[in-house]
Structures are given as structure tokens and as C-alpha cells.
């Protein structure tokens, strides 16, 4: 059974070691994905927000909770069965919003970290590259 993606779904690996929750944008046209990938809509409720839960899953506590549910076969599986048995903790609003703000904050310093440390290669490699060549 093939379902229709909305804008704000948020994707998660069933099959294999990888385990990282993708939020689905939108696009052209009508998208479906196959019965590998969960599709978690947000409530409409609007008690938990869709970047709280993609947050979520991509952390220490998520990938550990995705961990416990998953199967030791040989390709790795969780059963949307078992994905549905387990609970997220679901703070207030207001604590889903600052989680989200300290997770962003840190990307953006992890992303300026890497910029740091290619410069930095690339530094030393043309420093040296220029003391070898000038023996």
C-alpha cells in the first residue's frame, strides 16, 4: 500500500542500521514512499510540534528508544507494530519550542565548527606543502 506524503510528515527508516528521521517538505506533485519508511504525522491537536519530534528521534534518548524496538535480523528492521507500542515523552509547548531553539542553536555551531576545522586542514596542508617545496 503506497500513501501519500503531506508537506510536515516526518520519515523514519524501517529497514538497516540507519535510523535518522527526515521531515518531508513537500514538492511537485503527488510523492508516495513504500512500506521501509514510517510516515509520523504530528497530532492535530497541536500538543507536539513536528520539529520537537524530528528532534526527537535524531537524539541520544530517540535513537536508543529506536534501538530497543528494532530486531536483530539480518537487515534490521522495526515493525511499525512496535514503533506504535512506544511513548515519546511530550513536554508543554513552550519546552518543545526551547528544546528545538538549543538543538538549532547547537547545528549551527556544529556547522561553523566544520567550516573551522576544513580551514584549518587546508591551512596546514598548504603551509607545509609550501615548507617542502621550499627546501
Not at 510536515?8 to 518531508?24: I, N, Q
Request: one cysteine or more.
Amino acid at each position: 500500500m503506497k500513501i501519500k506524503l503531506l508537506a510536515g510528515d516526518l520519515l523514519l527508516p524501517l529497514r538497516g542500521t540507519r535510523t535518522e528521521a527526515m521531515v518531508f517538505r513537500g514538492g511537485g506533485g503527488n510523492v508516495t514512499t513504500t512500506n521501509q519508511v514510517a510516515i509520523i504525522r504530528p497530532r492535530q491537536d497541536g500538543e507536539v510540534s513536528l520539529e520537537y519530534l524530528h528532534w526527537f528521534f535524531n537524539s541520544a534518548e530517540g535513537s536508543v528508544l529506536l534501538e530497543s524496538i528494532r530486531t536483530s535480523a539480518s537487515i534490521p528492521n522495526i515493525s511499525v507494530k512496535n514503533l506504535l507500542e512506544i511513548s515519546v515523552p511530550v513536554p508543554s509547548l513552550k519546552k518543545q519550542k526551547q528544546i528545538v531553539e538549543i538543538y538549532h542553536n547547537w547545528c549551527a555551531q556544529r556547522a561553523t565548527l566544520r567550516e573551522l576545522i576544513v580551514n584549518g586542514e587546508s591551512m596546514v596542508a598548504s603551509a607545509a606543502h609550501e615548507m617542502l617545496g621550499g627546501d
